[in-house]
């Protein structure tokens, strides 16, 4: 990119997003909803719960509910290799997001973020996605809003919010609140 490319990038709304690998896909998530990024520890499986829920960990004294994306978006392979886990919150309730590996964070425009394709919905229910983001190939060019540049990758922008407030994820993340507060205040009496 060149000075003047560079500044008007800067000059437009940008965020930052945190790129992971999937199942062999490239996903993001706005860096602003996050908390942190771990390297997987061992995690506790929890008993009659649904088979996304990854378990549980302790974080810093936090219990954190696991949430196993390959398994709630049906990708599921024979080897896990998960590697990271993105934490961050919903509600009172603090998640963490197995995935294979977190590979960069970057910069891009708003405007750069595009409805997401309908064809899309086939592997991810498609109130959890933002959209997609073409980055690569042809990348300085002006190009029609409407149409991806030829040679882009594509990141597929994911709504953490959307995909925690899942009614089986929040009802545990709930359960485990509950009960760590009830701990605490078990302790002090």
Do not use: P, Y
């Given at each position: 990119m060149t000075e003047n490319q560079d500044q008007a990038v800067e000059s437009a709304e940008t965020i930052q997003v945190v790129v992971f690998e999937l199942h062999g896909e490239e996903y993001a998530v706005e860096i602003s909803e996050l908390q942190e990024i771990i390297l997987t520890p061992e995690v506790t499986p929890l008993p009659n719960v649904p088979n996304f829920i990854g378990g549980i960990i302790n974080l810093r004294g936090k219990m954190v509910v696991i949430v196993d994306l390959?398994?709630?978006?049906?990708?599921?392979?024979?080897?896990?290799?998960?590697?990271?886990?993105?934490?961050?919150?919903?509600?009172?309730?603090?998640?963490?997001?197995?995935?294979?590996?977190?590979?960069?964070?970057?910069?891009?425009?708003?405007e750069k973020i595009q409805p997401p394709p309908s064809v899309l919905a086939h592997k991810v229910n498609i109130d959890y996605l933002k959209g997609v983001i073409p980055i690569g190939a042809n990348e300085g060019d002006e190009t029609d809003s409407e149409k991806i540049p030829e040679?882009?990758?594509?990141?597929?922008?994911?709504?953490?919010?959307?995909?925690?407030?899942?009614?089986?994820?929040?009802?545990?993340?709930?359960?485990?609140?509950?009960?760590?507060?009830?701990?605490?205040?078990?302790?002090?009496?």
């Open positions: 390959e398994k709630k978006f049906a990708l599921e392979s024979e080897v896990s290799k998960h590697s990271h886990i993105i934490v961050t919150e919903s509600g009172e309730n603090t998640f963490g997001i197995l995935v294979d590996k977190v590979t960069e964070i970057i910069k891009v425009t708003q040679g882009s990758r594509l990141l597929i922008l994911l709504n953490l919010t959307k995909i925690l407030e899942n009614d089986e994820i929040f009802e545990i993340g709930q359960q485990l609140a509950n009960e760590q507060t009830n701990t605490k205040e078990e302790e002090k009496n």
